[in-house]
């Protein structure tokens, strides 16, 4: 998700309505903050979905991805 050309769209069908901020996701099934040694850190990072097969880390980074020049 670290692509400049990201895009949201309101649904499978629906209109684009945006970006979302630069991000890296780490998949861990399971996986509760207490497990990865942290607390949710509003704005940084975060697990979504805890505790569930779906787990994952997300960490919101700086700036999009950009080509070596």
């Known amino acids: 998700m670290m692509s400049p050309r990201q895009?949201?769209?309101?649904?499978?069908?629906g209109p684009r309505v945006g970006a979302w901020q630069?991000?890296?996701?780490?998949?861990?099934?399971n996986a509760t903050s207490a497990d990865i040694g942290a607390e949710?850190?509003?704005?940084?990072?975060?697990l979504v979905e805890p505790g569930s097969?779906?787990?994952h880390l997300l960490i919101i980074v700086k700036d999009w991805a950009r080509p070596p020049v």
């Open 7 to 13: 895009v949201i769209f309101a649904s499978p069908a």
């Open 22 to 29: 630069p991000h890296v996701m780490v998949y861990l099934p």
């Open 40 to 46: 949710q850190v509003p704005g940084l990072l975060g």
């Open 53 to 55: 097969l779906n787990t």
